[in-house]
T-cell receptor
């Protein structure tokens, strides 16, 4: 069965520190993978996506993610976190034409 | 990027009434749209897949008689919550994928906050 796992429910980092949010997926073929960010009470904003090609994907707001087929992972990274990055982050896989979302990681940023 | 508009952004209704939420793809056509439900501090759960001109496909455990979906055109899908009760209060999000475009993601509406009192 297709699934997405985000092992970290909550992550707290200091402003300026680096960030890595983990995402593991289960899918039979090469998936389309996404990271979204959601602020409280708001909709989803696409940070980046992977369809094929270069496994290191650059996104908006200074985020990047790396697709590692051998580890079935698509971890999100940012070298220096800003206070405005505090939000909920969702990893998603586009499987058989419908998205499956991970449970989300809530990021807290300390000043 | 493509835009999906969802209306209303928030709605408060009385228990027992029905509420309709619209999802429109503004600059592309979509034969398929998706409806999600999100409880506070939880992830998005797919409720149903809306198919233009045909019946929606509901996920297991979703009451099709309570959550009526209509996809009458290539740019509009509606979700009607019938006989709403407080437990139906939630954040509802729709998404749509451009028709006949490969390697493109689905685009999400901004969501509708439903509160049933």
């Amino acid at each position: 069965a297709q699934s997405v796992t985000q092992p970290d429910i909550h992550i707290t980092v200091s402003e300026g520190a680096s960030l890595e949010l983990r995402c593991n997926y289960s899918y039979g073929a090469t998936p389309y993978l996404f990271w979204y960010v959601q602020s409280p009470g708001q909709g989803l904003q696409l940070l980046l996506k992977y369809f094929s090609g270069d496994t290191l994907v650059q996104g908006i707001k200074g985020f990047e993610a790396e697709f590692k087929r051998s580890q079935s992972s698509f971890n999100l990274r940012k070298p220096s976190v800003h206070w405005s990055d505090a939000a909920e982050y969702f990893c998603a896989v586009d499987g058989t034409y419908k998205y499956i979302f991970g449970t989300g990681t809530r990021l807290k940023v300390l000043a | 990027g493509a835009v999906v508009s969802q209306h209303p952004s928030w709605v408060i209704c009385k228990s027992g009434t029905s509420v309709k939420i619209e999802c429109r793809s503004l600059d592309f056509q979509a034969t398929t749209m998706f409806w999600y439900r999100q409880f506070p501090k939880q992830s998005l759960m797919l409720m149903a897949t809306s198919n233009e001109g045909s019946k929606a496909t509901y996920e297991q455990g979703v009451e099709k008689d309570k959550f009526l979906i209509n996809h009458a055109s290539l740019t509009l899908s509606t979700l009607t919550v019938t006989s709403a009760h407080p437990e139906d209060s939630s954040f509802y999000i729709c998404s749509a994928r451009p028709y006949r475009e490969a390697n493109t993601e689905a685009f999400f509406g901004q969501g509708t906050r439903l509160t049933v009192v």
